[in-house]
């Protein structure tokens, strides 16, 4: 300061005008200090990476947002950007696989479907990850889900969480009704069903017997193939690989859904019905049974959402006679693009989603089974959930649907063979059995290609 005046002086200022020049001179320092401050805090902030994640529509979407929160303010080095696709795991894989067909650079990390690996890794979408996720690392999930994510030797995701078709029902109506006896086939279903809505009815209780997913869209292939299977019947012959929806057990199946659930046991609407529509009936106390996901369970015992909280039960699904019970494997896995620039960045968040931390969290929070094997002997999820531990089996032995990097062009001819079929009363069912069977013959000889 003494400096400064002693120049002032030099130019002959002084008094007043020394502590007005000053005074200036101070605040423009500040000015300058203040400025320069606010480039420093941008360029903090500009050096954060931003990670694009590409995610459907959740269920629950409250238990990732507080996954993400949990995950920034742990990596303050790391922004994550989500871009919520559509709930419908048909048109989600529309979206993603544009932006990956595009070389998106609006793509790091991104959730896929347990039947999209092999396409994914054939198309070069989905980066390799074997340097990343060790032998070792791998042994800590359910063995099928790491199978599910294997193509050619090399794995592209990390599993997030299982599914696999379960059979809920109203405790309290069954109880009622039937005491302790649960339904062992279809069959045995759709006639519990009918004696139930029928009682419950005189007592002025409209409800149906049934409710699950018929729309034209995976889902639709999903339960059809549980229906199919537990006849005894194949999508494709597991000896030749070739397709048999054209047999006998097969159609016998197809045929059973179409008399007896479409507008019988079920309400003709679940024709439009996916996963959020089936499950609403079930939990606004209109129906008696109900196939979903696990994570129904919680939506079902919540009493913020659910009229029937506290009043369900669940099951494997059943089967027909002289079968057994099948559950279609589902659940998703977390790949990277291959065309990401934040490779380090995205595999860190990867592992926390896929982590014991992160996939508890889907545990508790949504309902979502772990992939994780240690999980399955965790206090607090067993606690939240204690059908996880009956339904480990039925987690562990869930039947994948066809593997190949062509399954989008197979479930396509699925969805519109199933649908022709149950919706259509007067449609052939074995003869577009047969037709649809071509088509993916005919696909499935590209592959070889």
Known sequence: MKQLIMVLRQYRITGNDILKTTMVILVCLCLVLSLTLAGCTKKTEDSRTTLHFVTWKPNIPAAWDEIIKIFEEENPDIVIKRETGPHSSTAFHDLLTQKLKNKSTDVDVFLMDVIWP?????????APLDDLFSDEERNNYLDGSILANTYEGKIYGVPLFVDSGILYYRKDLVDKHYGPVLPRTWSEMVTQAGVIVSEEAKLQNEIYGFSGQFKQYEGLVCDMMEYILSNNGDILDPDTGQPALAGPRAVEAVQFVRDNIIGKAAPEGVLTYQEPESLDLFIQGKAVFHRNWPYAW???????????????????????????????????????????KNREAAWKFVQFLSGERGQKLLALKAGRAPTRKALYNDIEILKAYPHFSDMKDVFLTAYPRPRTPLYPAVSNILQRYFSKAISDKTSDIEKEAKAASEEIRKIMAMEKK
């Open 118 to 126: 092999p396409e994914f890794a054939a198309a070069g979408w989905a």
């Open 298 to 340: 919680e939506v079902s015992n919540d009493p913020e959402r659910s009229k029937i909280a506290g009043n369900v039960g669940i099951m494997r699904l059943p089967s027909f006679e002289g079968g057994k019970s099948y559950a279609t494997l589902g659940g998703w896995q977390i790949g990277i693009s291959n065309y990401s």
